[in-house]
């Protein structure tokens, strides 16, 4: 079975400041992972991926994550937060091969940023 | 292009009541997800659609719940008869088929669901 781990559920941060968020998963098989980020009062949205290649990934608001599969480890980074970043963020895994999809996600991450 | 629809937005049942979601999906999208949220957990699938067939129903509590996608596009899921602990977001997500793990899920707002 897969599972997901973020290891904080909430992170406070001043903006400006430099922010990780962590996620571990756990899976026999080789699986896809995924950021998904919610903000108040709206649906999930994807934030970014990994499928293959280059282990560093970017999303086109500032945020990284590298896939570590020595570590089983694909953290959220950015250098630099701003208020507007503010919501919960949701690291997520699915099977590269059947489970049609499926998303088995972590319990989230909140991340309040604050002037 | 209008996004994952779903309502009501809100619910606010009694226990033993019935209630149904309603989830309209982005146009062409051929998979379609529900899934449950419990107060700070993430999602968890509870059925999977490829058009109007459900191919992953495993997680899905049949002697409560049901879920249709009558012609492959709209869907429902009804609870019947609602417990406390059925309180939750209910999501629905869709995808651009066939089946992809890689292709990116387009979640609607959900529907938060008290039960008293």
């Known amino acids: 079975a897969q599972s997901v781990t973020q290891l904080d559920s909430q992170v406070p941060v001043f903006e400006e400041a430099p922010v990780e968020l962590r996620c571990n998963y756990s899976s026999s098989v080789s699986v896809y992972l995924f950021w998904y980020v919610q903000y108040p009062n709206q649906g999930l949205q994807l934030l970014l991926k990994?499928?293959?290649?280059?282990?560093l990934v970017k999303s086109i608001n500032g945020f990284e994550a590298e896939f570590n599969k020595s570590q089983t480890s694909f953290h959220l980074r950015k250098p630099s937060v701003h208020i507007s970043d503010t919501a919960e963020y949701f690291c997520?895994?699915?099977?590269?091969?059947?489970?049609?999809?499926?998303?088995?996600f972590g319990q989230g991450t909140e991340l309040s940023v604050k002037p | 292009e209008a996004g994952v629809v779903q309502s009501p937005r809100y619910k606010i049942i009694e226990k033993k009541q019935p209630v149904a979601f309603w989830c309209n999906p982005i146009s062409g999208h051929n998979t379609l997800y529900w899934y449950l949220q419990n107060l700070g957990q993430g999602p968890e699938l509870l059925i999977r659609?490829?058009?109007?067939?459900?191919?992953?129903d495993s997680q899905l509590p049949k002697d409560r719940f049901s879920a249709e996608r009558l012609k492959g596009v709209d869907s429902t899921l009804k609870i019947q008869p609602a417990e406390l602990g059925d309180s939750a977001v209910y999501l629905c997500?869709?995808?651009?088929?066939?089946?992809?793990?890689?292709?990116?899920?387009?979640f609607g707002p959900g529907t938060r669901l008290t039960v008293l």
């Open positions: 990994y499928l293959s290649g280059s282990t």
């Open positions: 997500a869709t995808t651009e088929g066939p089946l992809g793990s890689y292709n990116e899920q387009f």
């Open positions: 997520a895994v699915s099977l590269i091969y059947n489970q049609g999809g499926k998303l088995i």
């Open positions: 659609y490829e058009n109007e067939e459900a191919v992953d």
